[in-house]
Antibody
Framework: EVQLVESGGGLVQPGGSLRLSCVAS????????MSWVRQAPGKGLEWVAN????????YYVDSVKGRFTISRDNAKNSLYLQMNSLRAEDTAVYYC????????????WGQGTLVTVSS | QSVLTQPPSVSGAPGQRVTISCTGS?????????VHWYQQLPGTAPKLLIY???NRPSGVPGRFSGSKSGTSASLAITGLQAEDEADYYC??????????FGTGTKVTVL
């Protein structure tokens, strides 16, 4: 059974930093692209970032470029999102997702971790 | 500022058929990229419901179906059930923006 478990969310002040983690199990982590998708309170879904199997390619939504960094550690079956210069509009539940490059979709989702940016 | 547009809400009585539209452009759906649909039950994470325009993952009931034509796509729920009350999102790929989601549709079972 595929499982994605996020951690690291919390309350942070504007301009601050936070690092999200996701531990994957139930599939061969190193064989798949991975992604982060977020959902602001009461709002829709927004793709945030993708990373290739070996970490050699990374893509970001324009609104987080230069502030967020996606990374992975295949030895630990883990995905990360380093978030710097956080803004109020980054407040959201962040989902770790498994990305299917053959279909360009997200076939498995974690339960999410809430990030709140507020003073 | 989603690039895929959905109606905010649709509703139907149990047993009825409802459809949800997803309108894109020549940069995404019209460019030939597949459309996928996700179901988000209240308080839970989204779940893949339809992939590749009209394919159901294992375990998804047959009353859910998808279609795509031109720059639009649709999700149909035939034989609506109370447990189908949820938010539904379409998703595709956009040549300018990357992965994109629809604005979301809340389905209410009357």
């Amino acid at each position: 059974e595929v499982q994605l478990v996020e951690s690291g969310g919390g309350l942070v002040q504007p301009g601050g930093s936070l690092r999200l983690s996701c531990v994957a199990s139930g599939f061969t982590f190193s064989n798949y692209w991975m992604s982060w998708v977020r959902q602001a309170p009461g709002k829709g879904l927004e793709w945030v970032a993708n990373i290739k199997q070996d970490g050699s390619e990374k893509y970001y939504v324009d609104s987080v470029k230069g502030r967020f960094t996606i990374s992975r550690d295949n030895a630990k079956n883990s995905l990360y999102l380093q978030m710097n210069s956080l803004r109020a509009e980054d407040t959201a539940v962040y989902y770790c997702t498994k990305w299917l490059s053959s279909w360009y979709n997200f076939d498995y989702w974690g339960q999410g971790t809430l990030v709140t940016v507020s003073s | 500022q989603s690039v895929l547009t959905q109606p905010p809400s649709v509703s139907g009585a149990p047993g009825q058929r409802v459809t949800i539209s997803c309108t894109g452009s020549s940069f995404n759906i019209g460019a030939g990229y597949d459309v996928h649909w996700y179901q988000q039950l209240p308080g839970t994470a989204p779940k893949l419901l339809i992939y590749g325009n009209n394919n159901r993952p294992s375990g998804v009931p047959g009353r859910f179906s998808g279609s795509k034509s031109g720059t639009s796509a649709s999700l149909a729920i035939t034989g609506l059930q109370a447990e189908d009350e949820a938010d539904y999102y379409c998703q595709s790929y956009d040549s300018l923006s990357g992965c994109v989601f629809g604005t979301g549709t809340k389905v209410t079972v009357l």
